[in-house]
């Protein structure tokens, strides 16, 4: 990201329909719940999930260049993505430090610790879009991985966000109400600002960040892997003398009694894409597409179909997935692929 993009997503929020749309239904129903009292309490547990929702899909949907959609009732479910509610906790995490900080030990140190936030967060939240799991975006194998792999157009992200907690440094000048909307803005810039970062390297479809293992499973997880090798070996064999169908047979077999079966799919499809008879795996990704469907993932689940589509421009999910993997190129906001699929 050259310095000319980063104005362009820095004006994003305000270029975008359906961002700006978002940015003021939410101000207005944040106002709302901070003039009404105690009632307002309710109002506020409603609003916040649904805006830490639609920041970190906002996140997603930069870094794949696409233009995020319109906040809609689903982001309101107090059950749909739980995982994007991990949001608040570094967010308070700021704010509170921020403040004690500065309070017990003095501007210099609340600064110091402002520019610490600044430097880090902006990397929890590009790993939490990309993986989906809180854990992972504490782990600093995985933050170091997203900053090397961003480049120096990462400090977009930090710059973004210092500028966002300096707003509230300046009261007194402008009108109340225009001091929030002002940082709200802000921060739905540096979500978007953070999600451009990762899309010239393409990191949102592409960089897959291993979950880590506990301590006391690594050898039982390397005993599975040595099965799950077997596995693989014997389904080659299969392949390699023409029997695709009995390959792929073998090992969905497998599968259905593998003891880890959401990582099993995962590294068997890694696997494969290592056989000289690449077309396998794609086979074998429509049946994970259909699984990722299956059990709602839709992020997942359209990830794998632009992995797939990088390595045959041709390759199509199974016809009666189509309509859930455009439901899932939707919510992901990725419209584009949506398009493509409904031209089927």
Not at 70 to 81: K, M, Q, R
Request: some cysteine; overall charge neutral.
């Amino acid at each position: 990201m050259n310095f000319t993009e980063y104005l362009r997503e820095l004006a994003y929020p305000a270029r975008s329909f359906g961002t700006a749309i978002s940015l003021i239904s939410f101000f207005l129903l944040l106002s709302l719940a901070s003039a009404a009292g105690v009632l307002g309490l309710w109002l506020a547990f409603l609003v916040l999930p649904a805006l830490f929702r639609y920041l970190i899909l906002l996140v997603q949907a930069r870094a794949r260049g696409v233009e995020a959609a319109p906040v809609g009732a689903e982001y309101f479910s107090p059950v749909a993505s739980l995982w994007t509610l991990y949001v608040f906790v570094p967010m308070v995490f700021v704010g509170l430090g921020w403040r004690l900080t500065d309070e017990f030990f003095g501007v210099g140190a609340g600064m110091l610790f402002g520019l610490l936030a600044a430097a880090i967060i902006p990397a929890m939240m590009a790993v939490l879009a990309i993986t989906q799991s809180p854990a992972q975006s504490l782990n600093p194998v995985a933050l170091w991985t997203l900053v090397r792999e961003t480049g120096a157009g990462y400090l977009f992200g930090p710059a973004t966000f210092i500028l966002a907690l300096l707003v509230p440094r300046f009261p007194g000048w402008i009108p109340d109400w225009l001091q929030s909307l002002a940082e709200l803005y802000l921060v739905f810039a540096f979500f978007a600002v953070t999600g451009a970062t990762m899309r010239r390297r393409k990191l949102i479809e592409e960089v897959y960040i291993d979950e880590p293992l506990q301590a006391e499973s690594e050898t039982q997880l390397s005993d599975l892997d040595k099965q799950r090798t077997g596995i693989l070996n014997h389904a080659y064999g299969f392949v390699s003398r023409g029997n695709r169908e009995g390959g792929l047979k073998h090992i969905y077999t497998w599968l259905r009694e593998d003891p880890s079966p959401e990582q099993a799919w995962a590294w068997f499809f890694e696997q494969m894409l290592k056989w000289e008879q690449e077309r396998s795996a794609l086979f074998f990704a429509q049946c994970y597409l259909s699984r990722l469907l299956a059990i709602g993932e839709p992020v997942k689940a359209v990830k794998l179909v632009l992995r797939c589509q990088t390595l045959d421009e041709t390759f199509r999910p199974l016809r009666d997935d189509i309509p859930a993997t455009i439901d899932a190129a939707l919510h992901s906001g990725n419209t584009a692929l949506a398009d493509a699929l409904k031209r089927l």
